[in-house]
C-alpha cells in the first residue's frame, strides 16, 4: 500500500511539472519480464553431488523520463524476485523491495554538450566493457558524472565520465573504501565517430579504474601466564604453580592511502551495408592488479556477418581473451596476464549457459579463445529461429592449483581443448513491446573443462541449460500522444 501511495504521489507532481512547461515531454513506461528455467550445468558443469532444478525469475520497472529544452531526465523503479521467495500471505515483504535502479538529469548547456548526473547505465557499443547487463534480472547502473557532446549531424559523439564511491554515511574523500569488486574511483573517455554515409563507425575507449589495497587481518598467538598459590588449612601459601591459558588476538589494517590502477584502452571498427557486416575491436589493459602486482594483458575479436536474403544471416566470429600461462610461476608472482571485461554484458558474448562469464572478468584467469558460427532464420516480421556453435580453448594449456606438498608446482598442464557450446533459440513478437524467447542449450565439455570447474575427470553429468522468457514493455504515458 506504501509502495501504491508513492508512486501515485510521484505521479501527481510529474503531472504539475508537466503543466509547467507546455513543451516539455514526459514519458511514463515500464517493463515486465517473466523467465522460467531448467539448470543443468547453467553456470558451472554439474556432478552427481548436484541435482538439476528449475526456478522462475521476475522483474518490474517502472520509468518516467521527463525532457526540455534544458533539462533531461529519468527516474527508474525497479523489483526483481524469484518466485515463491516470500511466504504468500504474509503482511511483511522482506526478501525483496523497490529500489531506485536509475535516477539522474542532464543539463544542456546547448544542443550539442551537455552534464549529465546520477545513477545511470553506462552502455557503450557491443557492451563489451559497459554494459547494461540486461539478461540479470537486477541490471547494472553506475553512480556517476558524465560530460557528453553530440554533434549536430550525429555524426560524432564523446563523452567523459567520473565517478566516486564511498560507503554510507559518507567518510573523508580520501576514507576507507574496500567493497568487494566495486572501485573506488574510476573516470573514462568515449569517442565514436562515423563516415562515409555512416557505413564506417569507429569508436575509441579509455578506461581508468582504482582499488584500495585489500585489508590485511593478522592473527597472533601468545600465552597467557597466571600464577596460582596453594594453600593449606590455615590459609597459609604452601606452594604455587603456573597456569598457561592461549590466547589469539586479531589486528587489521587498513591502507587509505594506498590505491591500485588499471588503464584499459583500445578501439573498434564497425562497418555495416545493405548485406555485409563486419567489426573489428581490440584493448590492452596494464598497470596493477588490485594486490599490487603489475598488470599487462589484451583482448581482440572479430566478427563478419553476411545476409543474403531477407529471411537469412549467417554470422562467424572470434575472440581472445588473454591469460595467465600459470607454469611460468616466476612471471606470476610479479605480473598479471589475464584480461577482464570490467563491466561489460557477458551473457551474449560467450554463450547462453554462462559458463565463462567469471573468468571473462577476472585478471587472474587462464584466458579463453572463442570461435564460433550463427545463422538466423527470420521467418517473418514477428519470428526468428537462431543457432549458434561455439567452441572454446585456453590460449596456454595449464590451470591453477594451490600448491600443496603432493603437488607443490602450482599448476595442472591440461589439454587446451575446453569443449563446445550450442545455444538454440525461438523469439516471438506478437504485437509491439511483448517478446517471447525461449532458448535450448547444451555443452559438451573435455576434461580440461571438468578440472576448470574443480571435477573429478569424468564425472560432470550432461550439461544443459532451458528457458522460456516473456518480456512486456508497456508505454502508460506519452504527452506528445494527448
Known amino acids: 500500500m506504501k509502495n501504491k501511495t508513492t508512486i501515485t504521489l510521484l505521479s501527481a507532481c510529474l503531472m504539475i511539472i508537466l503543466s509547467w512547461n ?38 518490474a520497472r517502472f520509468i518516467f523520463d521527463y525532457k526540455t529544452t534544458k533539462i533531461t531526465t529519468r527516474f527508474s523503479l525497479y523489483d526483481a524476485w524469484v518466485f515463491g521467495q516470500n511466504y504468500y500471505s504474509s503482511d511483511t515483504i522482506s526478501k525483496n523491495t523497490v529500489n531506485v535502479y536509475e535516477a539522474w538529469f542532464k543539463y544542456n548547456f546547448n544542443p550539442a554538450f551537455g552534464i549529465k548526473v546520477g545513477r545511470m547505465e553506462v552502455v557503450y557499443d557491443d557492451e563489451r566493457l559497459f554494459g547494461a547487463s540486461n539478461w540479470s534480472m537486477w541490471g547494472a547502473t553506475h553512480d556517476i558524472v558524465i560530460a557528453q557532446y553530440d554533434s549536430p549531424l550525429g555524426t560524432m559523439k564523446g563523452d567523459v565520465g567520473f565517478a566516486i564511491n564511498n560507503t554510507a554515511p559518507a567518510n573523508a574523500y580520501m576514507g576507507s573504501y574496500v567493497l568487494g569488486k566495486n572501485y573506488k574511483y574510476m573516470g573514462y573517455l568515449y569517442v565514436n565517430k562515423k563516415f562515409m554515409e555512416n557505413k564506417f563507425s569507429l569508436s575509441i575507449l579509455g578506461i581508468v579504474d582504482a582499488f584500495q589495497k585489500s585489508n590485511v587481518t593478522t592473527t597472533k598467538n601468545s600465552t597467557k601466564t597466571d600464577t596460582l598459590f596453594i594453600r593449606n588449612q590455615f590459609d597459609s601459601i604452601i606452594g604455587t604453580t603456573i597456569i598457561k591459558t592461549p590466547v589469539t588476538s586479531t589486528s ?76 611460468d610461476t616466476a612471471t606470476f ?30 585478471n587472474l584467469s587462464p584466458g579463453l579463445q572463442d ?18 556453435y561455439r567452441w572454446f ?20 598442464a591440461v589439454s587446451k581443448n575446453l569443449g563446445s ?44 541449460y532451458a528457458y522460456i522468457m516473456i518480456t512486456y514493455k508497456p508505454n502508460f504515458f506519452n504527452s506528445e500522444k494527448h
Not at 522460467?36 to 541435482?51: N, V
Not at 555495416?272 to 594483458?297: C, I, T, V
Not at 610479479?334 to 551473457?347: A, C, Q, W
Open 333 to 362: 608472482r610479479t605480473k598479471v596476464k589475464g584480461f577482464s571485461t570490467l563491466y561489460g554484458t557477458s551473457h551474449r558474448g560467450y554463450g547462453y549457459m554462462d559458463l565463462f562469464n567469471s573468468l571473462a572478468k577476472d
Open 371 to 388: 570461435l564460433y558460427g550463427r545463422v538466423t532464420v527470420n521467418l517473418n516480421d514477428k519470428m526468428s529461429l537462431e543457432a549458434t
Open 252 to 327: 587489521t589494517e587498513e591502507f587509505i592511502n594506498t590505491l591500485y590502477a588499471r588503464a584499459t584502452f583500445g578501439a573498434g571498427l564497425l562497418f555495416n551495408d545493405k548485406k555485409w557486416s563486419f567489426f573489428l575491436n581490440g584493448y590492452y589493459q596494464g598497470g596493477h592488479y588490485r594486490d599490487g602486482r603489475k598488470l599487462s594483458s589484451y583482448f581482440c575479436a572479430a566478427w563478419i556477418s553476411f545476409q543474403p536474403v531477407k529471411l537469412l544471416k549467417i554470422m562467424a566470429g572470434y575472440e581472445l581473451l588473454s591469460g595467465n600461462n600459470f607454469s
Open 421 to 464: 557450446e550450442i545455444d538454440l533459440m525461438y523469439t516471438y513478437k506478437p504485437i509491439p513491446n511483448l517478446e517471447l524467447n525461449a532458448a535450448y542449450c547444451f555443452f559438451l565439455p573435455t576434461a580440461s573443462m571438468e578440472l576448470y570447474d574443480g571435477l573429478k575427470t569424468g564425472t560432470s553429468r550432461f550439461a544443459q
Open 393 to 412: 580453448s585456453l590460449p596456454y594449456g595449464y590451470l591453477y592449483s594451490k600448491p600443496t606438498k603432493s603437488k607443490p608446482l602450482g599448476y595442472t
Open 22 to 59: 507546455a513543451n516539455a515531454q514526459f514519458n511514463i513506461s515500464g517493463e515486465f519480464k517473466t523467465r522460467g528455467e531448467y539448470r543443468d550445468g547453467y553456470g558451472s558443469l554439474g556432478d552427481s553431488t548436484k541435482k538439476p532444478y528449475a526456478d522462475i525469475l521476475g522483474r
